[in-house]
């Protein structure tokens, strides 16, 4: 068994394959002895057929007495019952990979009783003075041979083992007969055994190369899997760290938007309001960048859904161009918007973030000459932004829809932007199903075309497309409670809702509100809460005690500086108003405005 276990070892896969792990090259083993016990029992059947049938065709004729043919039979039967045995036990053990060498030296064994079955024709099956019938008991051992390789060659030793006790023995009877005949047979068996043997070997090998492969693609699945894991862990790992930093950073850049909003309220030199404008514009400027990872953040959440409605595409281009014209007329480049008098089906919010986004890196690219901004009619509307700009090389042209990635800007000057608007273009049109596509040609300029779908109805909208950002001119005194866990946010707060004549309750969280108001009978007219409190407690929590407190729906205002994907999801799903930090003046204001108009107001 130990020279038999060598063997086994010996068995390489073929040079210059890329070494194997023990694992590995157990698991090649493995498939191997496998195969052996797949294929073992039709060949099984068919040796116990043969045999039958030969020894008892050869006793039918008188070529040999009764006693031979059930003794060679006998041996087949007992080898043939031996291997079903040990199929049976094979298939009750479910074995193990590293347990090959086990059941390779069985199926060897097996192999090996067969083979000397059939070579003891030689003493029972040959008829003296029937060289005919002597030749068909080497056909049919021959046969038997040739037949044994699809069910033993997958493992070399078994075939061996079976091919040389089988053949063996034909030869060296031939040889002792001493006459040209015979030794014309032992010739032809002896070319026989070595043809079968290199049969057998190029199988077996075809085989080991084809399992090898097998196992070296999963192997490339795997690392291709354990690749992508790594991937996606890093940017999970990016999403929380922007997550965290964004939150981080907001809250004092938002308290600065504050304090700006109520010193600029204060009387003052000309020199100091032009420092508070030069803050102010710094600000701005930052929060842009917070409000861009934002967007970014809540498309890959997926809590973006698309609202589509018909409007007029004219007035929302209009807009466009009416604030990235003060851009291009500092660099003297002429901004022309052909008018168009088509109604679209679209979400206004989503598409007018798309067309800004082309129409502003238009306007920061540009540097002399002039941008085009049309529709075409067909099928679809083409909305499409010309420019004379420097264009952008058939090497960039995906390039610059990924995150940060800006063409001519390694010095990553503020005024071209962020790197970002691309990005956000190119998740919008994916969510709204409207192809972005691009032309360009470097050193001429560049053409964006976005298919926006022409709506069926014919409406009226003389007003255009509501914008968002309006501050309407409302005013009365409030009372609102501030809740934020941040004293320079409640600071901040008390001063700019008190300098617009608001009255202002702030605590630091949910049990501090009640403690302040307790014995209070009238409800406020608005809760500003942050979503973070200390402890662990949130700003939904807060905002419902106070709801319970006062029994109705207090209109409220939920602020956040997180970017993180599943808490953008439960802060949507919450009802209440979400602003995300840092919020501009105009923007809170616009919104406590519109959530307190006397029966405009919605609770939320």
């Keep these: 068994m130990a020279h038999l276990a ?3 070892s010996s068995h390489r896969p073929k040079p210059g394959r890329a070494a194997m792990s023990r694992e590995q090259l157990d698991f ?6 496998a195969a052996f016990y797949r294929n073992a029992a039709p060949g099984a059947f068919g040796s116990l057929f043969a045999a039958v049938i030969l020894a008892g065709m050869l006793f039918y004729i008188g070529g040999i007495p009764l006693r031979s043919m059930l003794i060679f039979d006998a041996l087949v039967g007992t080898s043939i019952a031996g291997r079903f045995v040990l199929l049976r036990a094979y298939a009750r053990a479910k074995p193990e990979h590293a347990d090959w060498r086990r059941w390779g030296i069985a199926a060897t064994l097996s192999a090996l009783a067969g083979g000397v079955a059939w070579g003891s024709a030689t ?33 070399l030793p078994a075939y061996y083992c079976s091919l040389f006790p089988m053949m063996v023995p034909t030869v060296i009877w031939s040889m002792f007969q001493s006459d040209t005949l015979h030794w014309t047979y032992a010739i032809l068996s002896l070319l026989w055994i070595v043809i079968m043997a290199m049969l057998a070997r190029t199988f077996s090998r075809i085989l080991v190369e084809s399992l090898s492969l097998q196992f070296e693609n999963l192997s490339l699945a795997n690392s291709l899997r354990q690749q992508k894991e790594v991937a996606e862990a890093a940017n999970v790992a990016k999403s929380r760290f922007l997550a965290a930093a964004s939150h981080d950073l907001r809250q004092p850049v938002h308290a600065i938007e504050m304090f700006v909003g109520a010193l600029a309220g204060q009387p003052m030199s000309s020199d100091a309001r032009r420092l508070v404008g030069q803050i102010k514009g710094s600000v701005d400027s930052l929060g842009g960048l917070f409000n861009s990872i934002l967007d970014i953040s809540r498309l890959d959440a997926g809590i973006v859904d698309a609202r589509p409605r018909p409007f007029p595409i004219a007035p929302l281009l209009e807009r466009i161009c009416r604030d990235e014209r003060q851009v291009a007329d500092r660099k003297n480049v002429d901004v022309r918007l052909m008018h168009s008098s088509a109604i679209v089906e679209a979400d206004p919010v989503l598409l007018e973030r798309i067309l800004r986004n082309l129409i502003s890196n238009a306007a920061r690219y540009t540097e002399a000459g002039r941008i085009l901004i049309g529709c075409r009619r067909g099928k679809r509307l083409s909305i499409e932004v010309w420019d004379t700009g420097p264009g952008i090389s058939e090497a960039h042209r995906e390039l610059i829809f990924q995150e940060f990635f800006q063409v001519g800007n390694s010095e990553r000057s503020r005024t071209r932007g962020l790197g970002l608007g691309l990005a956000i273009v190119r998740r919008l049109s994916g969510i709204l199903h409207m192809p972005v596509t691009l032309e360009s040609v470097q050193g001429k300029g560049s053409a964006f075309k976005v298919s926006v779908p022409l709506s069926v109805e014919a409406i009226e909208m003389p007003h255009g497309v509501p914008d968002d950002s309006a501050v309407f001119d409302f005013q009365r005194k409030l009372r609102i409670f501030v809740i934020d866990d941040e004293p320079e946010i409640q600071v901040a707060m008390q001063a700019l809702l008190g300098a617009w004549g608001h009255a202002v309750v702030a605590a630091g969280s949910g049990d501090d509100i009640i403690a302040q108001i307790d014995g209070m009978k009238t409800p406020p007219d608005l809760v500003i809460s942050d979503y973070r409190l200390r402890g662990g407690e949130n700003g939904l929590h807060a905002i419902k005690r106070l709801r319970e407190r006062f029994d109705g729906g207090l209109p409220a205002i939920l602020i956040t500086g997180d970017t993180a994907p599943d808490r953008l999801r439960e802060a949507a799903a919450s009802g209440c108003f979400l602003m995300h930090k840092p919020i501009s003046n105009a923007r809170l204001r616009a919104a406590i405005t519109n959530l307190t108009k006397p029966d405009e107001g919605r609770p939320v």
């Excluded at 090649?28 to 002895?33: A, H, K, M, T, Y």
């Excluded at 003493?123 to 019938?133: I, N, P, T, Y």
């Design 6 to 8: 060598d063997i086994f």
């Design 123 to 155: 003493l029972f099956l040959m008829v003296d003075g029937r060289a005919d019938l002597q030749l068909l008991v080497f056909l049919t051992a021959a046969g038997m041979s040739a037949g044994s390789i699809t069910a033993f060659g997958t493992f």
């Design 28 to 33: 090649l083993r493995f498939e191997q002895v």
